[in-house]
T-cell receptor, first 111, second 114 residues
Framework: SQQGEEDPQALSIQEGENATMNCSYKTSINNLQWYRQNSGRGLVHLIL?????REKHSGRLRVTLDTSKKSSSLLITASRAADTASYFC???????????FGEGTQLTVNP | GAGVSQSPSNKVTEKGKDVELRCDPI?????LYWYRQSLGQGLEFLIYFQGNSAPDKSGLPSDRFSAERTGGSVSTLTIQRTQQEDSAVYLCASSLGPARETQYFGPGTRLLVL
């Protein structure tokens, strides 16, 4: 099955709540990245975590990586309506130059 | 330029016609990537350029798809004899180099084959 599988597929929360999205993969990775996409157009890079890192923060974003479980999570704290978007994880395997994207989590933050 | 640009923004064509999609990467970015995204789906890798050469074109779905890059800058993705299943958003991204991880995406070209 596809690398970089996210769950849940869709998540609906109220403004101010935290949102957690998960990503699982199958191979050895060099790094894992999270991207955001609004309205089915271009993606915006959010954060990158390398295979030797366990946790990273950027503003309201917190990413964890567990290479033993081959999984990552993206936490958005104190969500805002403007956070409504699709969120994708992408893995870079230890060999090769491509990123492999999952199918994304559609996050809806209700005001 | 300030970011990755793609043209056209939208393209409607008839089945069997050829289409050309253009990508202008960020100036100085040596790596360029093409992806395809069907409605509600994730990104499907098509091809990767480093400079003008394509070390990885394994994602091209059929021989109707081809891409080139000239001058280490602009890239064109060509789809010959388009089929309805080619309808999707075609996204281009660039990065400083394959070792520079962050990819910067263009807004995409939405292709509809009737």
């Amino acid at each position: 099955s596809q690398q970089g599988e996210e769950d849940p597929q869709a998540l609906s929360i109220q403004e101010g709540e935290n949102a957690t999205m998960n990503c699982s993969y199958k191979t050895s990775i060099n790094n894992l990245q999270w991207y955001r996409q609004n309205s089915g157009r271009g993606l915006v890079h959010l954060i990158l975590i390398r295979s030797n890192e366990r946790e990273k923060h950027s503003g309201r974003l917190r990413v964890t990586l567990d290479t033993s479980k081959k999984s990552s999570s993206l936490l958005i704290t104190a969500s805002r309506a403007a956070d409504t978007a699709s969120y994708f994880c992408a893995i870079r395997e230890t060999s090769g130059s491509r990123l492999t994207f999952g199918e994304g989590t559609q996050l809806t933050v209700n005001p | 330029g300030a970011g990755v640009s793609q043209s056209p923004s939208n393209k409607v064509t008839e089945k069997g016609k050829d289409v050309e999609l253009r990508c202008d990467p960020i100036s100085g970015h040596t790596a360029l990537y093409w992806y395809r995204q069907s409605l509600g789906q994730g990104l499907e890798f098509l091809i990767y350029f480093q400079g003008n050469s394509a070390p990885d074109k394994s994602g091209l779905p059929s021989d109707r798809f081809s891409a080139e890059r000239t001058g280490g800058s602009v890239s064109t993705l060509t789809i010959q004899r388009t089929q309805q299943e080619d309808s999707a958003v075609y996204l281009c991204a660039s990065s400083l180099g394959p070792a520079r991880e962050t990819q910067y995406f263009g807004p995409g070209t939405r292709l509809l084959v009737l």
